[in-house]
């Protein structure tokens, strides 16, 4: 049905579950009002009305019911008179006009049941989860007074989720969890990330769905509930660490305010999906009139590369005349062959306006000259952003890692070296490939250039890190420049650890742009950062260039340390945390778009934290609160998975494919009976299954965790071998971590008895052999396990996975996306070593039963990674998403410039004096 109405777009909805009721404002090209039937929401939530509203006038209106995180409805805040006009006048325009049909679109019964005549006339208040709690807690008293005072027994402290839920299982009966599970008391615990005991206090932090929180306290004593707010909670947890005395005035971070105006989702499957919200939301806004299209006329006119004028000339001077120069053009490409050079019509072009930079055929520019006619005509998203993925914007690309041995062989497995060096190699090349691409489709010649700055390491230990320029192979305009780090004691010649870098990198940003001039001889387009330090220096250099950045986190290290926030202190000496998660907060918050591999690494997944998330709210006591540190629905996040190098890495089934020069050199890495400085221990068995792994050798990437699980599990010993390649056995490590780690290693083989089970392996520099080690180990009929702590991505579970090699990895982070539980690989808990040790004793064991089955799931690993992991589609999504983000920073206030300005006093107030509290390195 539809009802004209004189007022401004609007789209009122009602979610029971949130408590959150939007009016935000629509296109208001149509005078109408739809109402819809009622729809079951696809994140399982309750029954949701929605009346879209077509309407006029300069306002736009919105009405939120708020409370802790913006999702309690305690209070109502009218933006303007006409919020009142329309909350006063709606229902009764509607209620006069349509008595009797209102009523049934109006049913807010639970799920699966209808609701009564008299429940559908209203729409009724949302309880929080304090006042449901505190229903919960009046019902069934014993219950909860019996948990919460275990909780409380157990004195000052944290839980984490797998304890809050244990012990619920352990203090409250079967039979009475039963009674419970239609209260809010079960949903509550397991959707608790922790819980902070102080007696008699106990507080929980409460997410209900992807990034959104809520806190509250039960006070034991009392059988009270209250609510907490963002910075009570923090100062509750606070005490947990010196009793929580900090004086008076507590710095508390806060973004919110800056980003108050700046358009959002608000449902959870939007997390990720950046780029295409941000282009409907700002299509409808600045394309509603003419008037509005002059920015986008501004920036072509204004489009050039190095004094060379693209897309259009001063001839053109209003959206009338380049509207009419198009139709010209339009019917000029119409008389002439689709495959005709750009050149050959080129003056003809000039004359009506138009440059170079439309296409290189008569074909490809009538395809962009008709995506703007249409743009001008009638806007949308996807025509939007066809467009600006068509214009030339990027020439000139940086990419920032700093840290670590970065070359291109001879370096992996050298202390912070790994994953992300193969990450940006394979980035690089897809990258240049798709640049000459586009760049050739849009009928330009220019020589592209891309640039990996990291640091030169005059102590380069037999690599190619103390060479200032080095090509990448496989390109043909990808140079490694190197950059040495500097102290007023002259240049810092030996390798540092990626947590000691925060002094230097301020004068290493300003010794970077400079060799960046004295190398490309222009500004870069594109800045993208890599890990900490690369993220900090790109912001510092998108700073003072002023050009648009993109951040990659590849790991945050808060999520792979726990209490790495509120324990801040006693982890400060060796990683030196303050530094590192106030660099963090910088990037993520100045940075115009971030890249992720997965979902998870923003926002988790339904029972886990993801990377991002964790910098929502958390604490460093004694140094400052972080109220608001990012949000996880801003539309500068988008999900760009990369993939394996195809070259290298392939199924083992490709048997033309196969590397078999290398297998006497997999054999004897494997399978000899001789100890070496390169592998230890020896292999009695040679015919069972083989588990394998590879990874650095650090606390994170839990090695010993998995040798651990191994020798506990006799079963699993009698089924397979085990095989990991980590450390160094030839040299000693600097690395303190990795020293224990490798004195752990030695501690459990001995501990077990696993000599004569394990296989260990020091570090392997050779990516094609490696691959071929994926693919002899499938030949084995084994397995790959990643059983990391936590893991930002995954590239070893990828190239695993791409050679069919059926993968075991950690739930938590990326790889708890990239595999489909039982059908394309298994999930495990690394904090749950035995449970990981029965699921693969049990794989094993149906493999013996049934060969087919390890076929199957080998099958569904390749399968899983055609579908969505390859470096081809990243190029193409990363170019695009470089384009858009530079127009938006160009037509809007994307740059956010009122946030920079908060971060540049954040940085020089706080960053500055935590970085040179970190002790400079003296070479030796």
């Given at each position: 049905?539809?009802?004209?109405?004189?007022?401004?777009?609007?789209?009122?909805?009602?979610?029971?579950?949130?408590?959150?009721?939007?009016?935000?404002?629509?296109?208001?090209?149509?005078?109408?009002?739809?109402?819809?039937?009622?729809?079951?929401?696809?994140?399982?939530?309750?029954?949701?009305?929605?009346?879209?509203?077509?309407?006029?006038?300069?306002?736009?209106?919105?009405?939120?019911?708020?409370g802790?995180?913006?999702?309690?409805?305690?209070?109502?805040?009218?933006?303007?008179v006409?919020?009142?006009?329309?909350?006063?006048?709606?229902?009764?325009v509607?209620?006069f006009?349509?008595?009797?049909?209102?009523?049934?679109?109006?049913?807010?019964?639970?799920?699966?049941?209808?609701?009564?005549?008299?429940?559908?006339?209203?729409?009724?208040?949302?309880?929080?989860?304090?006042?449901?709690?505190?229903?919960?807690?009046?019902?069934?008293?014993?219950?909860?007074l019996?948990?919460?005072?275990?909780?409380?027994?157990?004195?000052?402290?944290?839980?984490?989720?797998?304890q809050?839920l244990?012990?619920?299982?352990?203090?409250?009966p079967?039979a009475?969890?039963?009674?419970?599970?239609?209260?809010?008391?079960?949903?509550?615990?397991?959707?608790?990330?922790?819980?902070?005991?102080?007696?008699?206090?106990?507080?929980?932090?409460?997410r209900?769905?992807?990034?959104?929180?809520?806190?509250?306290?039960?006070?034991?004593?009392?059988?009270?509930?209250?609510?907490?707010?963002?910075?009570?909670?923090?100062?509750?947890?606070?005490?947990?660490?010196?009793?929580?005395?900090?004086?008076?005035?507590?710095?508390?971070?806060?973004?919110?305010?800056?980003?108050?105006?700046?358009?959002?989702?608000?449902?959870?499957?939007?997390?990720?999906?950046?780029v295409?919200?941000?282009?409907?939301?700002?299509?409808?806004?600045?394309?509603?009139?003419?008037?509005?299209?002059?920015?986008?006329?501004?920036?072509?006119?204004?489009?050039?590369?190095?004094?060379?004028?693209?897309?259009?000339?001063?001839?053109?001077?209003?959206?009338?005349?380049?509207?009419?120069?198009?139709?010209?053009?339009?019917?000029?490409?119409?008389?002439?062959?689709?495959?005709?050079?750009?050149?050959?019509?080129?003056?003809?072009?000039?004359?009506?306006?138009?440059?170079?930079?439309?296409?290189?055929?008569?074909?490809?520019?009538?395809?962009?000259?008709?995506?703007?006619?249409?743009?001008?005509?009638?806007?949308?998203?996807c025509?939007?952003?066809?467009?600006?993925?068509r214009?030339?914007?990027?020439?000139?690309?940086?990419?920032?890692?700093?840290h670590?041995?970065?070359?291109?062989?001879?370096?992996?497995?050298?202390?912070?070296?790994?994953?992300?060096?193969?990450?940006?190699?394979d980035?690089v090349?897809?990258?240049?490939n798709e640049?000459?691409?586009?760049?050739?489709?849009?009928?330009?010649?220019?020589?592209?250039?891309?640039?990996?700055?990291?640091?030169?390491?005059?102590?380069?230990v037999?690599?190619?890190?103390?060479?200032?320029?080095?090509k990448?192979?496989?390109?043909?305009?990808?140079?490694?420049?190197?950059?040495?780090?500097?102290?007023?004691?002259?240049?810092?010649?030996?390798?540092?650890?990626?947590?000691?870098?925060?002094?230097?990198?301020?004068?290493?940003?300003?010794?970077?742009?400079?060799?960046?001039?004295?190398?490309?001889?222009?500004?870069p387009?594109?800045?993208?950062?890599?890990?900490?330090d690369g993220?900090l220096?790109?912001?510092?250099?998108?700073?003072?260039?002023?050009?648009?950045?993109?951040?990659?986190?590849?790991?945050l290290?808060?999520?792979?340390?726990?209490?790495?926030?509120?324990?801040?202190?006693k982890?400060?000496?060796?990683y030196?945390f303050?530094?590192?998660?106030?660099?963090?907060?910088?990037?993520?918050?100045?940075?115009?778009?971030?890249?992720?591999?997965t979902?998870q690494?923003?926002?988790?997944?339904?029972?886990?934290?993801?990377?991002?998330?964790?910098?929502?709210?958390?604490?460093?006591?004694?140094?400052?609160?972080?109220?608001?540190?990012?949000?996880v629905?801003d539309?500068?996040?988008?999900?760009?998975?990369?993939?394996?190098?195809?070259?290298?890495?392939?199924?083992?089934?490709?048997?033309?494919?196969?590397?078999?020069?290398?297998?006497?050199?997999?054999?004897?890495?494997?399978f000899?009976?001789?100890?070496?400085?390169?592998?230890?221990?020896?292999?009695?068995?040679?015919?069972?299954?083989?588990?394998?792994?590879?990874?650095?050798?650090?606390?994170?990437k839990?090695?010993?965790?998995?040798v651990?699980?191994?020798?506990?599990?006799?079963?699993?010993?009698?089924?397979?071998?085990?095989?990991?390649?980590?450390?160094?056995?030839?040299?000693?490590?600097?690395?303190?971590?990795?020293?224990?780690?490798?004195?752990?290693?030695?501690r459990?083989?001995?501990?077990?008895?696993?000599?004569?089970?394990?296989?260990?392996?020091?570090?392997?520099?050779?990516?094609?052999?490696n691959?071929?080690?994926?693919?002899?180990?499938?030949?084995?009929?084994?397995?790959?396990?990643?059983?990391?702590?936590?893991?930002?991505?995954?590239?070893?579970?990828?190239?695993?996975?791409?050679?069919?090699?059926?993968?075991?990895?950690?739930?938590?982070?990326?790889?708890?996306?990239?595999i489909?539980?039982?059908?394309s690989?298994f999930?495990?808990?690394?904090y749950?070593?035995?449970?990981?040790?029965?699921l693969?004793?049990?794989?094993?064991?149906?493999?013996?039963?049934?060969?087919?089955?390890?076929?199957?799931?080998?099958?569904?690993?390749?399968?899983?990674?055609?579908?969505?992991?390859?470096?081809?589609l990243?190029?193409?999504?990363?170019?695009?998403?470089a384009?858009?983000?530079?127009?938006?920073?160009?037509?809007?206030?994307?740059?956010?410039?009122?946030?920079?300005?908060?971060?540049?006093?954040?940085?020089?107030?706080?960053?500055?004096?935590?970085?040179?509290?970190?002790?400079?390195?003296?070479?030796?």
């Amino acid at each position: 049905m539809v009802i004209f109405l004189p007022l401004n777009s609007i789209r009122f909805a009602q979610e029971k579950a949130t408590g959150v009721l939007p009016l935000a404002s629509c296109s208001p090209s149509r005078y109408s009002v739809t109402v819809e039937s009622d729809k079951e929401l696809s994140e399982g939530l309750p029954t949701k009305i929605r009346l879209v509203l077509g309407l006029w006038g300069p306002a736009v209106l919105s009405c939120y019911l708020k409370g802790p995180r913006g999702l309690h409805p305690s209070s109502i805040d009218l933006n303007s008179v006409h919020s009142v006009f329309f909350l006063l006048c709606f229902p009764l325009v509607i209620a006069f006009c349509f008595p009797s049909t209102i009523s049934s679109s109006l049913s807010l019964g639970r799920r699966g049941r209808k609701a009564s005549y008299g429940e559908q006339r209203s729409l009724r208040r949302v309880h929080s989860i304090r006042e449901r709690l505190g229903d919960t807690l009046s019902a069934h008293t014993n219950e909860l007074l019996s948990l919460f005072s275990r909780f409380v027994k157990q004195g000052k402290g944290m839980l984490q989720p797998y304890q809050i839920l244990a012990e619920y299982e352990s203090v409250i009966p079967a039979a009475d969890r039963e009674k419970l599970k239609d209260g809010v008391l079960e949903d509550v615990l397991k959707a608790a990330q922790e819980a902070i005991v102080i007696p008699p206090w106990v507080a929980l932090a409460v997410r209900p769905r992807p990034g959104v929180w809520e806190y509250v306290r039960v006070n034991v004593s009392e059988l009270a509930v209250e609510e907490l707010s963002v910075p009570e909670y923090l100062q509750f947890k606070e005490e947990l660490v010196d009793g929580g005395s900090q004086g008076n005035f507590v710095l508390e971070l806060d973004f919110e305010p800056f980003n108050a105006s700046f358009p959002r989702p608000s449902l959870s499957k939007s997390i990720g999906n950046g780029v295409q919200f941000l282009n409907r939301h700002l299509s409808s806004k600045l394309f509603h009139d003419k008037e509005s299209m002059y920015p986008l006329l501004n920036f072509l006119r204004q489009h050039h590369y190095n004094g060379m004028s693209m897309m259009l000339n001063d001839r053109i001077h209003s959206l009338s005349s380049l509207q009419g120069s198009l139709r010209k053009a339009e019917e000029h490409l119409l008389s002439i062959p689709q495959d005709t050079p750009y050149l050959e019509f080129n003056h003809r072009f000039q004359e009506l306006g138009l440059e170079k930079g439309w296409g290189d055929t008569a074909q490809r520019v009538h395809e962009t000259i008709h995506l703007l006619l249409d743009l001008l005509e009638a806007p949308d998203p996807c025509t939007l952003e066809n467009f600006l993925g068509r214009i030339p914007m990027v020439f000139n690309v940086v990419i920032l890692s700093p840290h670590g041995y970065f070359a291109q062989a001879n370096v992996l497995g050298y202390p912070d070296t790994g994953g992300q060096v193969v990450y940006i190699l394979d980035q690089v090349r897809a990258l240049e490939n798709e640049m000459l691409l586009r760049i050739k489709q849009q009928g330009l010649n220019i020589t592209p250039r891309i640039l990996i700055v990291t640091r030169l390491l005059p102590d380069a230990v037999g690599t190619t890190c103390g060479q200032r320029l080095e090509k990448v192979i496989g390109t043909e305009h990808t140079h490694i420049l190197r950059v040495p780090f500097r102290s007023d004691d002259g240049i810092v010649r030996k390798w540092i650890s990626r947590f000691e870098v925060w002094p230097y990198l301020e004068t290493y940003a300003d010794d970077v742009a400079s060799e960046l001039a004295r190398e490309l001889q222009a500004t870069p387009d594109l800045v993208i950062g890599n890990y900490s330090d690369g993220n900090l220096v790109a912001s510092l250099l998108a700073q003072k260039l002023g050009v648009t950045q993109c951040t990659i986190a590849h790991a945050l290290e808060k999520t792979k340390y726990p209490n790495s926030d509120i324990y801040w202190k006693k982890f400060e000496e060796q990683y030196h945390f303050s530094c590192q998660f106030t660099a963090d907060l910088i990037a993520m918050n100045h940075a115009d778009f971030i890249i992720t591999s997965t979902f998870q690494e923003i926002a988790g997944s339904k029972d886990t934290v993801g990377q991002y998330e964790s910098h929502t709210a958390f604490t460093l006591p004694g140094l400052y609160r972080v109220v608001h540190g990012i949000d996880v629905f801003d539309p500068k996040f988008n999900i760009v998975s990369p993939g394996a190098d195809m070259s290298i890495y392939f199924s083992y089934a490709e048997e033309s494919k196969r590397l078999t020069a290398l297998h006497p050199e997999v054999e004897e890495l494997i399978f000899s009976d001789v100890e070496n400085s390169e592998h230890k221990c020896i292999l009695k068995d040679k015919t069972k299954p083989i588990i394998f792994s590879m990874a650095r050798l650090d606390r994170v990437k839990n090695i010993t965790g998995l040798v651990e699980l191994f020798g506990k599990n006799p079963r699993l010993r009698e089924l397979v071998n085990l095989v990991v390649v980590a450390g160094d056995h030839a040299k000693a490590s600097k690395d303190l971590e990795e020293q224990e780690e490798m004195k752990k290693m030695y501690r459990l083989i001995e501990q077990y008895k696993l000599d004569g089970h394990i296989r260990w392996i020091s570090a392997q520099m050779n990516r094609v052999r490696n691959g071929e080690l994926y693919r002899f180990i499938a030949d084995k009929k084994g397995v790959f396990v990643q059983p990391a702590f936590y893991e930002a991505f995954g590239l070893t579970v990828v190239e695993s996975m791409t050679c069919g090699l059926p993968t075991f990895a950690t739930v938590h982070g990326g790889p708890g996306e990239i595999i489909v539980h039982g059908v394309s690989g298994f999930h495990i808990d690394p904090y749950q070593g035995d449970k990981a040790a029965e699921l693969l004793v049990n794989f094993f064991e149906k493999c013996r039963a049934d060969s087919s089955y390890w076929d199957m799931i080998s099958k569904g690993a390749i399968k899983r990674i055609e579908e969505k992991y390859t470096w081809k589609l990243y190029s193409e999504r990363l170019m695009t998403l470089a384009g858009v983000y530079g127009f938006w920073k160009y037509v809007s206030n994307l740059d956010r410039r009122e946030t920079k300005r908060y971060l540049e006093m954040f940085y020089a107030l706080k960053y500055r004096s935590l970085a040179q509290s970190v002790p400079l390195h003296h070479d030796a």
